[in-house]
């Protein structure tokens, strides 16, 4: 059949659903580690559609288990940095013009 659109899927805060295995106090029971687990195997079955793109969002990849970044699987990775004083300022004035837009 014809390919569809392209599919994304996001992961906000990442850290707190693929913390590196074993790392957690308190999950005797394996429970992360089991949805973790599911998480790499849903992911693997995902890359090879051509129009699904899996995105994970973090400000802690440092807690983030290795086998989620390995190649094949989360592989590309995008540092966004904190804006500077001017950047905030930018985007302040630019938020502000769209309320006056809408009338707020």
Do not use: Y
Request: net charge negative.
């Amino acid at each position: 059949g014809e390919a569809s659109e392209l599919h994304v899927i996001v992961f906000d805060e990442l850290d707190a659903l693929a913390r590196t295995r074993g790392t957690l106090p308190g999950d005797s029971s394996g429970v992360r580690d089991s949805l973790l687990n599911q998480m790499l195997a849903k992911i693997d079955g995902v890359r090879v559609l051509d129009n699904v793109l899996v995105v994970g969002l973090t400000n802690r990849k440092d807690l983030i288990d290795p086998a989620l970044l390995r190649p094949g699987r989360l592989e590309v990775h995008i540092e966004v940095q904190r804006p500077d004083e001017d950047g905030r300022r930018e985007i302040m004035k630019l938020q502000m013009e769209g309320l006056r837009a809408g009338g707020r």
